[in-house]
């Protein structure tokens, strides 16, 4: 039942999909500078039919419908209430829904919002942006139908992946498709700019509030899926360089070179090519991501069932796009003479754009190099942290201090008159550093700089607040946080401590200034899995504090899964980690201790980024 | 120069879409199957109790050796442990146990516990000398005969049909 109203409205979508193509064309014949009121009517309706189609497949999950394959095969009749809704998304055809709902409301919003832009200009953005979402649609209905029956009908689903039962996992996908799946929206924006000729500076205020928008929205959903790794993958670090984790770093650099780049069309009305290259590329990255997980010819955490024909679906998808926008992009490209001087903001803002960039293709190597290797050498490697952090950790020293110098010079010509006040600030750094060296311990040289560099920042950007005229809130409290979260990241990575150990029920080990008791076992029985919990005391000699944590074993059921559930003890000084799992025929536990000291420092400062981004969209959407 | 630098960006691109598709068809990174009939000639294993290497040298004499790649913490090796342990009565099989990423002392629990069916004990603490048999997780066996051809693989716990494929080979 369900699944016929569900295929029903995924065909109307596309009947509707295709009436606004061809509204759309007609209406650019028309010389008036009006657009037919249908076609609005005609997208409102367009997002109405697809958020329905999404409640339809919520509603499916809740009342367990396992006449529906997707339902059965994600969905488990006693999982609690939450994890039935946050499952529609957590599977493949779900998200795909969920892809298709941003690119319909963004088209739609992206109409109505821009009344002051030119018509064919938002015409042509429709027009393009509605070819995407039937892609998407036909995607959906021939090849990852969330609605396709099943029969006989199944007495009972297969369950959720238990590492996915987790709420920052229930928000971390649609956060991250608002942020990589908006950027289509300027992709489409770029092309109908080239095709029309819209190649001012009011085609950058027309797309700026949706590059801020997808740049807030794409930090958040990168960080709570870090939060999520955290607590649920047990062995305390938040980022792996895994591909997939990858593939939502590459849009973001682009969106964020994009960011700045479109400061510089805004105000001086250069460097149009360039933001158009980076309008392209964010969306291409972020179809290339897609690509790379759902194909599964990555090996990664995410795991998403393999299918090589969605594979051959989305690269025929990513090809069409990348060529036709190439073509466009080959066919309009002028070159021309931007003079800009050396000793300006707009070189600043190049320079930010070159390490965007330089980051960018240092993580689309990392990530693409294995694939390489193993079809043309037939040789499987995997590229890992050790390459990430040494080539890219020194850069970042390079990149804070431009980051701070940056926003002190001016458009058109500046005058280097603030060497003394770098210097001071420098002087400042250092000392600071080195008290905490002198205080705490000591760490590498190149740490150092990395602090050093981050203060450099951080004290830069406080200055700031008190010393301009104008002040740019949304900018200052962007690089603050970045320089922040760069700062804690150092500090966590230099004051943790680790301790791996055996023990048994009731035994008592001492390591450094640390004593553990396992103290007791708990097992108890919840709806969806079994529990072993330890209760583990441990004593600071050095302070004669006392705390107990209460690290989780948990058996599920369906499908049957050992997970091994961290128990973390956070404030704002550190935060206490542990996690201990069972060694098989043996009354040991296999106990890992961890102390990292300012970890709630670093998600802060990421909120307070994402945060930058936000305030930058309020001001940007009252200024217009 | 202009037109210089679209053609390679055009080519680069071609190359980079052209990988992912090779990449689409090519078969799953764990499938070992084609090594069937493959002859396994640098066999190098740390012996288990001291430090000699195991190689093909000892094994010659052998008319069929089953390599089985196993650990105390696996739970799937002890369900195929009884089959392990009835093929050890077969007279012209030999049995390598590669203990896989294990610790010596749970390792000889397990033995102690189960019984041991290995008529030599090899370890592989870090899991890389299994990766050029071809294992990336256990349990897992291989079985060659005289001259090192690989007869069979079995990825997963050996089963009842298992058990009597081996015997069958080896009659």
């Known amino acids: 039942m369900l699944s016929n109203f569900g295929n029903f409205i995924l065909f109307l979508s596309i009947i509707l999909s295709c009436l606004i193509i061809h509204y759309s064309f007609n209406c650019l014949k028309t010389s008036n500078n009006l657009i037919f009121k249908n076609i609005y009517q005609l997208s409102l309706l367009q997002s109405c039919t697809i958020l329905l189609c999404f409640f339809t497949l919520i509603a499916a999950f809740i009342i367990s419908d396992f006449s529906i394959i997707t339902v059965y095969q994600n969905s488990h009749s006693l999982k609690p209430f939450f994890y039935k809704i946050s499952g529609t998304w957590g599977n493949h055809e779900g998200s795909l829904l969920l892809w298709v709902i941003i690119l319909t409301i963004f088209s739609f919003l992206f109409l109505i919002l821009n009344k002051k832009h030119p018509k064919n200009y938002r015409l042509y953005t429709l027009i393009i942006q509605n070819f995407l979402i039937l892609g998407f649609l036909f995607f959906i209905i021939f090849n990852s139908n969330p609605f396709s029956a099943i029969a006989p009908i199944p007495k009972e689903g297969l369950g959720l992946n238990p590492i996915l039962q987790d709420p920052a996992l229930a928000i971390h996908p649609p956060l991250l498709y608002v942020g990589f799946v908006g950027s289509s929206i300027y992709f489409s924006a770029a092309m109908a700019s080239m095709i029309t000729n819209y190649s001012n500076n009011l085609f950058a205020k027309s797309i700026k509030s949706w590059v801020l928008v997808s740049w807030t929205f794409q930090t958040l959903g990168i960080l709570v899926g870090s939060i999520w790794a955290y607590y649920e993958l047990g062995w305390g670090g938040f980022w792996f360089w895994d591909p997939v984790e990858n593939a939502s770093l590459l849009p973001w650099f682009a969106m964020t070179a994009l960011i700045h780049s479109l400061l510089v069309l805004e105000k001086r009305n250069l460097l149009y090519f360039w933001t158009i290259i980076l309008c392209l590329l964010t969306f291409t990255l972020s179809v290339t991501g897609t690509f790379l997980v759902r194909s599964g010819i990555l090996n990664s955490v995410h795991t998403f069932a393999n299918d090589p024909s969605r594979g051959v679906y989305i690269l025929v998808f990513l090809s069409l796009m990348i060529f036709t926008s190439i073509f466009f992009l080959f066919t309009k490209y002028k070159s021309k003479n931007d003079r800009i001087n050396s000793n300006s903001k707009e070189t600043f803002v190049l320079i930010n754009n070159w390490f965007m960039l330089f980051y960018l293709i240092t993580v689309l190597l990392g990530t693409l190099y294995p694939i390489f290797t193993d079809i043309l050498f037939n040789s499987k490697i995997s590229v890992g942290p050790p390459f990430y952090n040494s080539v890219i950790t020194p850069v970042v020293i390079a990149f804070l201090i431009l980051m701070a110098i940056g926003p002190q010079t001016k458009w058109i010509k500046n005058k280097f008159e603030n060497l003394k006040y770098f210097l001071l600030i420098s002087i400042f750094a250092i000392i600071i550093n080195f008290l905490i060296v002198f205080f705490f311990r000591s760490y590498s040289i190149i740490s150092n700089l990395i602090i050093i560099s981050s203060l450099f920042l951080i004290i830069s950007s406080t200055f700031d607040i008190f010393k301009k005229k104008i002040l740019n809130f949304p900018r200052i409290l962007s690089h603050l946080s970045f320089g922040f979260l760069i700062f804690f990241i150092g500090l966590n990575h230099n004051f943790s401590y680790e301790k791996d150990f055996n023990l048994k029920l009731g035994e008592t080990k001492k390591f450094d200034n640390y004593e553990f008791v396992l103290k007791d076992l708990e097992f108890s029985q919840f709806s969806n899995y079994k529990a072993v919990k330890g209760k583990l005391k441990i004593s600071d000699l050095s302070t004669n504090e006392e705390r107990t944590l209460n690290p989780e074993i948990r058996i599920f059921d369906n499908p049957q899964t050992l997970t091994y559930e961290a128990s973390i003890q956070t404030n704002f000084l550190r935060d206490y980690y542990l996690t201990m799992s069972n060694i098989d025929r043996s009354e040991y536990y296999n106990i890992k201790f961890q102390k990292k000291p300012l970890m709630i420092w670093i998600w802060i400062s990421v909120i307070m980024l994402s945060f930058g981004g936000f305030l930058s969209l309020l001001r940007n959407a009252k200024n217009n | ?171």
């Open chain 2, 1 to 171: 120069m202009q037109k210089t630098i679209k053609s390679i960006i055009i080519l680069i691109l071609v190359f980079i879409l052209g990988i992912f598709f090779l990449a689409l068809n090519k078969n799953s990174n764990y499938d070992t199957e084609h090594l069937i009939g493959n002859k396994l000639l640098n066999i190098k294993l740390d012996s288990f109790e001291n430090n000699k290497i195991i190689s093909n040298e000892d094994l010659k004499e052998n008319q069929f050796t089953l390599i089985n790649f196993w650990a105390s913490w696996c739970a799937p090796c002890r369900d195929e442990h009884p089959y392990l342990m009835e093929l050890s009565n077969e007279n012209n099989l030999n049995i390598i146990g590669v203990n896989f990423k294990d610790k010596k002392t749970y390792a000889l629990k397990f033995l102690k516990s189960y019984g041991n069916p290995y008529d030599i004990l090899a370890k592989d603490l870090k899991g890389k000398q299994s990766v050029s048999f071809g294992v990336y997780g256990i349990p897992e066996s291989i079985l060659i005969d005289n001259k090192f051809v690989i007869k069979k693989k079995f990825i997963g716990p050996i089963n009842k049909n298992d058990l009597n494929d081996i015997k069958d080979i080896i009659k």
